[in-house]
């Protein structure tokens, strides 16, 4: 009896147990058998019918099941069903739930009884939810186009956990090669749905901008209207300009004949949905006497613009009453104007190209445009955001951007912006950690309370496998780097990465180190860390100030053995362009190598002669900044350190004539500066002459804060009487932290051979 008793009560056990698990799990394979049946009903759209297609295909793959798609009333009798789309047995089992707050591209996953409904706004929603599924649900991945993690679960189950989902954006888009043209389907599993990702019909399509952008010239070309129409044109200094200008906004029949040419375009393409109506990628608005007359009244370049784009927008409704119209807030129109607010169907894209992107956008360095963000969510309903994440100075570098994009996305989706355009490298296969860059971009675009750090992890984790960690590291040692420095990081930032420090260097050197040695024996993980190395590397190569004898010497490279396999690796992997659209010219691959052979000049151990200036001051009344303190800007293409016996501690800042711009200069952020008391600012200088009239150099004080110049000093020829060093005072100020001082070279050829920097002091008043 008290067997059968242990028997029965085990049994009940067993039951009660299985009772909970079935009512806890949603049971898709076991023992190799096929538990559920995939249904999609009668009246589906290839959309749907794509989705359950997708569904069956990633279910056999990770169960090993066939899992056939039935239509609605053809599956088998008894076993649980995944129900597939939109449909009125759909709507019945979920009851409750609103389909009209599911817009834009919305997902609904409800477990309900023994069966599961994958479903969403048309036409997308369904394949995002199926997607989220396999990806949240199951533990699928897809890192890239080509790349991607099954798992192998032969016994297969998941929580009935139900989810519905809108992302604030209704159009994500990126500019990247890897989700261009090359695999749409992984734009669909990434839901980037915007112009630049081509994804076909079946799979949802994608929003298109008519024209895109910059449609002015475009849609009134002056080759074909300007000779008979001048004034149609800006009117600039008094004349009508035709190239890389704009429209004078405020001419009647110029407008009618843009609204004629914009008409024709939607008719050839109705189901686009947007046409671009928007200012040329220049300057230059019109003057004439009307348009001003409206800039003034507005406050803004942009009073013009939005009144000219309403009422071309007034004219389309009636034809295409759903259409929207875009308009660009860039440059001279980002200021949002005074009075006139856009049109219900006029969505304003504004852009952040001036900003620093070391910082959030909300953030003191992007005061402005955070505050023509708020000014322009004050008036309009539907913002779109055109935003930029790489590099476009060199992108071979990797943007040290990490830290803003979450926080950046966040403050877009309360900024009433439903459109958002991240253009990143759109030339190179995988440069620059870009597929990381795409695929946590993707997710935070679709759900910006993810955890980006996490997301990074994740992907790294799956991407380059034990080389992962090292690799997250490494870009959060860069952000750090970034923050801490007072650095301001544009979107065009040529080889200006001078936030890193020889520690910083050093460290990063010891990550990749790791990296490549934690995958050593997978070829494939291994290839991609080289890849993404590259980065490093052309910093190494850039640094010549820099002690590089670390760079290589886990792989037994020196500095020339390491550029030649930069450049290599980059033309044999897809990954060699240099600016956006150009490939690295002979002139600039000639320099690298000279770069590369470049030899750090060793720190002064002798104590540096004082200036005559402060021959009778206090130690504490001055402060001296040496060579050793400024950044060398690109190290043998604009500067270099070299040893001078006629400098104060035998070295300088030697700046050769063949390259224009800033050369030797310094973050005063940075430095041990008393910025509380007025100094007196002095640079050290000497000049080696080619002629004797013109500008030699200017030296210039700048506020990164408010993007302004605090004041310059353009020293002439004609004043320098020797080449000996001269000390030469810009000024008396109270120094702020957010300023940085620079030395020019002259833009004109043939006026200098060479300029030294020796130093920088400044002396208390």
């Not at 407008?255 to 008719?267: M, Q, R, V």
């Not at 119209?325 to 006139?340: C, D, F, G, Q, S």
């Not at 206090?618 to 001078?644: A, P």
């Amino acid at each position: 009896m008290k067997i059968l008793v242990h028997v029965l009560s085990t049994i009940l056990i067993m039951l009660c147990t299985s009772s909970l698990l079935s009512a806890k799990e949603f049971v898709i394979a076991d023992g190799g058998k096929a538990r559920v049946s995939v249904v999609v009903y009668q009246d589906a759209t290839i959309v749907e019918q794509t989705a359950a297609k997708e569904l069956a295909s990633y279910l056999g793959q990770v169960t090993g099941v066939n899992y056939p798609v039935y239509k609605s009333g053809s599956e088998p009798v008894g076993m649980s069903r995944i129900l597939i789309g939109q449909s009125g047995e759909t709507k019945r089992l979920l009851g409750n739930i609103d389909w009209n707050k599911l817009r834009y591209d919305g997902i609904v996953i409800r477990f309900t009884g023994n069966d599961l409904v994958l479903a969403g706004d048309r036409p997308r929603g369904t394949l995002y939810a199926v997607y989220t599924f396999l990806e949240e649900y199951v533990g699928c991945r897809w890192w890239t186009g080509t790349a991607n993690y099954i798992p192998s679960k032969p016994h297969l189950s998941v929580d009935r956990r139900n989810q519905e989902h809108v992302s604030p954006f209704l159009c994500r888009d990126t500019f990247y090669k890897p989700v261009l043209n090359q695999y749409p389907e992984f734009s669909v599993k990434l839901k980037l749905n915007g112009h630049m990702e081509p994804v076909p019909e079946e799979m949802g399509g994608h929003y298109s901008i008519l024209g895109f952008v910059h449609t002015f010239y475009p849609l009134l070309p002056p080759e074909v209207y300007s000779k008979d129409h001048p004034e149609w044109y800006s009117l600039v200094n008094g004349q009508r300009m035709f190239d890389k200008a704009q429209l004078c906004l405020t001419n009647e029949d110029m407008k009618k004949e843009l609204i004629k040419n914009a008409l024709k375009w939607i008719a050839e393409n109705p189901s686009a949905g947007m046409i671009s109506i928007s200012q040329n990628d220049a300057v230059f608005p019109c003057q004439c006497e009307k348009c001003q007359a409206v800039v003034k009244e507005e406050g803004s370049e942009s009073g013009p613009l939005i009144r000219f784009v309403n009422s071309v927008a007034e004219e389309i409704e009636k034809k295409y009453p759903d259409f929207r119209i875009e308009t660009l807030a860039y440059l001279y129109t980002r200021k949002a104007p005074l009075h006139v607010k856009p049109r219900h169907n006029v969505i304003v894209r504004l852009c952040s190209i001036e900003c620093d992107f070391g910082s959030p956008l909300n953030s003191i360095s992007n005061a402005s445009f955070y505050k023509d963000l708020q000014d322009w969510k004050a008036i309009s309903k539907q913002l779109y955001v055109w935003d930029y994440v790489v590099n476009y100075g060199n992108l071979m570098l990797s943007q040290p951007n990490w830290h803003v994009l979450a926080p950046n996305i966040r403050l877009f989706a309360n900024s009433n912006v439903v459109g958002l355009f991240e253009q990143g490298d759109g030339y190179n296969n995988d440069s620059g950690f870009s597929h990381m860059k795409i695929w946590v971009m993707a997710h935070l675009m679709w759900n910006p309370k993810l955890d980006e750090q996490k997301l990074m992890r994740e992907f790294t984790n799956g991407y380059y496998g034990a080389a992962g960690s090292y690799l997250v590291n490494f870009q959060n040692l860069m952000s750090a780097a970034v923050k801490r420095s007072y650095y301001n990081l544009p979107c065009f930032n040529g080889e200006t990465f001078y936030f890193m420090t020889q520690k910083d260097m050093n460290d990063a050197t010891d990550l990749f180190d790791k990296a490549e040695a934690a995958v050593k024996e997978n070829q494939t993980y291994l290839d991609r860390v080289k890849i993404d190395r590259r980065a490093l590397d052309f910093m190494w190569l850039m640094l010549g100030t820099y002690d590089r004898s670390r760079a290589g010497k886990s792989r037994g490279m020196d500095m020339p053995a390491i550029c030649e396999d930069f450049i290599s690796r980059g033309v044999a992997t897809g990954n060699d362009f240099e600016h956006e659209g150009r490939y690295p010219q002979p002139k600039f691959l000639k320099t690298l190598r000279e770069c590369a052979k470049i030899t750090q000049i060793p720190p002064t151990t002798s104590k540096p002669k004082a200036p005559a200036e402060v021959r009778y001051l206090r130690k504490s009344d001055w402060v001296d900044l040496q060579e050793d303190k400024m950044i060398i800007y690109r190290t043998g293409f604009n500067s270099e350190v070299v040893l001078d016996p006629d400098a104060s501690d035998g070295r300088a800042g030697l700046m050769p004539a063949r390259s224009p711009g800033w050369a030797s200069w310094m973050f005063l952020g940075t430095t041990q500066l008393p910025i509380d008391k007025p100094v007196t600012v002095y640079a050290s200088i000497k000049t080696i002459k080619k002629s004797q009239k013109g500008i030699a150099f200017s030296i210039v004080l700048w506020d990164r804060k408010n993007n302004r110049e605090v004041t310059h000093r353009a020293v002439k020829l004609e004043e320098i009487p020797n080449e000996g060093y001269i000390n030469y005072s810009i000024g008396t100020f109270k120094l702020n932290p957010e300023w940085f001082l620079h030395v020019t070279m002259p833009k004109l050829e043939g006026l200098v051979k060479e300029v030294y920097v020796d130093r920088f002091f400044f002396v208390q008043k």
